[in-house]
């Protein structure tokens, strides 16, 4: 297959996603001209499905944030939250959104979100969230609200009586403020034939995130992954166009596969993988690129990362379940990564760094969020005990730019990739 | 020494000794006692209490003992609470503890729950979750089986499963228990000076490391006292209701220094888990633990741990301010607390709403200086002098 060829295909699962995007907030901004009902929610433990099944249009104020940061507006939102008395401390995806509501809550593309009809306030591996609710509840007063409480899989297992506790939220405080918003009687055979497309959509996302197992690999499962997260994360898992965005990933990722590539960057293809490494913790969204490219300088792929299960762990084997539409609603939001007590997300690592041949494993720790960082420099401890590879330590945050210092990070991984390097030497020399 | 500064004295080296001294002699006692250690802020001892066990509150190490291991684990962004318990965890202070809980309040708590089961601290460690959700047969249902996992711990322990009658005796003492506190609130509401705020705190936090039984016999003295004798003097100060404290605890010298800049603590979140249930719960029913369930789910006081729509805090805020007739409200909170300092400006606004002056300040557990808190608090003493 010629060059050309590879890039015609290679752009058509970008084009696509980036298609289906601009056709989701087209349609937010017209929501209230085509009397469609809008929900607020968050991206761990979302349940898409379901509001899909209502012909209702999801908002999630995690991905204004991000989109926020990659465009540097995050910057003077969070100023204007802090301004209003949100101190300094907190994380910076709520003072981010709460800025940009503020400011007219412009969305990504330009064009005002409209505001909520409904807030689902589904409640996973995050504290903050439901502070963040709160907050957004007195924004919109008069705007129902509905709690879907996920508990923590503490003892590394998720019980049945706690789906028994999320399905009894579902049926009498989720469905019923659906239906009242949305006019609609609930469809179990609808919302049951969506799982079914949205487990078609997870299968390829884990055959495309298992590639990295491959060496050298053809994808970079952290930046890139990000991209490849994003339909399955949001508002098209369960539908048609999402199994079309990841049919067309994962017949561009053989491709890449059969060609012996390596990973598309920015910057361009990746020549030579010279490092393998294991990521936990979220990426920096306001310097997302430059931030990508000190690796692919160093000639470092991520093979495996922490931060796409935020919204599903996959590749653990979890499917959304037609044949048991609620149950597996409640199972998917309670197997969130962060929502994993933290002797399982150690051993989902340890795993990570064994199954996908890693070199090394780095923590980007993030400021604003406690949900991920508090208890890293225990995994960080203990990886390096059972995994014996070097582990690294950075430190930034999603969207505050106050917190991201290029050269400090620069040069700390400069050393660190010294140090992967003489490991390398050492053991060719064993 | 006169009784009370007896009592206080011994109530100051309880609640400070962080090797738990007490507790941990009592559980020397009887072979089969347990002993368990939770975290802010709520929990419901009465089951352990039943169970032949104490629950002893951990609030961290305060200003009293050096960190050195904790800051290897936690990053300079991460309040200071969990980097002291875990210095407690490596280090001796905690030996002797049969189990660990750690009640739902945010992901540092939630996460340090997790850093025990890996350091293998304790026979269990358990993150204890709070439903979000208060229907009977929803929320109701989630949390009488946390609490029947929690008893499963300790029957792994001990073989004692309480029965209907040892709940319900537990139930009673932790109901006179609340009654005393509030007790002693409400006779500081018109006598502030008879008991100052760092007596008061002394007294309630030493109930966290010694039994619910010791504890209602000093708070019976305490109140004993202060509802007769006269003690102190009436200063010209103003009344305050501290919030935002609930789970780091500030050190004894922010809440002196407060006190010392003309401000009458007149009600406080401090150690709001004794406080959590609002009334009693009944102890004379044939399912105590539906009970203990009901009074969570109706009667727990207002958090930034809970779900409040319906019932904001920022308005039970104010209502808490007008009947304790307070003059303003210090919001006082952890750096770095994101459940305290996410509420805080919406609390402010209701205040605002109310016309209830505020300020507010954040501290870490083992703030030495108190120079700049004292200045503030003086100044908003002044000010609200001056204009009322
Ligand atoms: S704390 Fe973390 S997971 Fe929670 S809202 Fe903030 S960034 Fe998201
Ligand atoms: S002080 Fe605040 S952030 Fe820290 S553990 Fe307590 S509740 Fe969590």
Known sequence: ?430 | MNRLDQILDYCDTTAFDLHFTGAKKWKAEDASRVLVGYLPIYFPREVIHAANGMAVGIMGSGDRKQIIKGDAYYQSYICHLPRGVIEMGLDDNLKGFDGFIFPAICDCIRNLSGMFRVAKKGKFSRYFDYPQNFKTHIGGDFYREEILKVLDDIKDINGIKPDKEALNKSIGLYNINRRLIERIYDIRQTYPWRLSAVETYHVIRAGLAMTVEEHNSILEEVVSIIEKNERGEPMDNIRVVVSGSFCEQPPIGLIKSVEMAGCYIVDDDFMLGSRWIQGDIDDKTDDPIEAIVQAYLNQSTFSSAVYDVGNPKGKRLVELVKKRKADGVIFSAASFCDPALLDRPEMQKECDAAGIPHINFQYHENTGQFKVIKEQAGTFSDSIKLWA
């Open chain 1, 1 to 430: 297959m010629s060059k050309v060829q590879q890039e015609a295909i290679k752009e058509r699962s970008m084009v696509l996603q980036k298609d289906m995007l601009a056709k989701q907030f087209t349609e937010l901004s017209m929501a209230k001209e085509l009397g469609k009902k809008v929900v607020y929610t968050f991206v761990p433990g979302n349940l898409t499905e379901l509001i899909l099944s209502f012909d209702l249009l999801p908002v999630y104020p995690e991905i204004n944030a991000l989109q926020s940061g990659m465009r540097k507006k995050s910057a003077a939102y969070i100023r204007d939250a802090e301004k209003i008395g949100f101190s300094e401390d907190v994380c910076t995806y709520v003072k981010c959104d709460i800025g940009m509501m503020l400011n007219g809550n412009i969305g990504p593309t330009g064009e005002k979100l409209p505001e909520p009809d409904l807030l689902l306030l589904s409640y996973t591996g995050c504290f903050t969230f439901m502070k963040w609710f709160e907050n957004l509840e007195r924004l919109y007063p008069g705007v129902p609200v509905a709690m879907l409480h996920t508990p923590y899989q503490e003892d590394g297992k998720i019980t049945q009586d706690q789906v028994d506790y999320m399905v009894k939220q579902l049926k009498e405080e989720v469905i019923p403020k659906m239906e009242m918003v949305s006019g609609k009687k609930f469809d179990m055979d609808r919302l049951s034939s969506m799982l079914e497309k949205s487990a078609k959509s997870e299968d390829l996302l884990v055959k495309v995130l298992q590639s990295a197992k491959r060496v050298p690999s053809p994808i970079d499962a952290y930046f890139a992954g990000v991209y490849y997260i994003g339909p399955i994360f949001t508002a098209f898992r369960g539908t048609d166009e999402a199994v079309e965005y990841y049919q067309e990933l994962w017949n561009e990722v053989q491709e890449r596969m059969a060609a012996g590539l390596g990973p598309v960057t920015p910057e361009g293809e990746l020549k030579e993988e010279k490092f393998r490494l294991v990521m936990e913790g979220p990426p920096n969204w306001t310097n997302f690129r430059e931030f990508w490219k000190i690796f692919y300088d160093m000639g470092a792929v991520i093979v495996a990362s922490t931060y796409t299960k935020v919204g599903g762990t996959y590749d653990t084997g979890f499917r959304h379940d037609p044949s048991q539409p609620l149950e597996s609603l409640a199972k998917y939001c309670m197997g969130c990564y962060t929502n994993m007590n933290l002797p399982q997300r150690i051993d989902l690592i340890e795993n990570y760094v064994k199954e996908y041949k890693a070199d090394g494993f780095l923590i980007n720790s993030i400021k604003s969020c406690n949900s991920f960082s508090a208890g890293q420099l225990m995994i960080m401890r203990e990886i390096e005990k059972r995994a014996g590879i070097p582990v690294g330590f950075i430190e930034s945050d999603l969207v505050d730019p106050r917190y991201f210092s290029y050269a400090n990070i620069k040069n700390r991984l400069e050393s660190y990739f010294q140090m992967l390097e003489q490991r390398k030497i050492i053991l060719a020399q064993q």
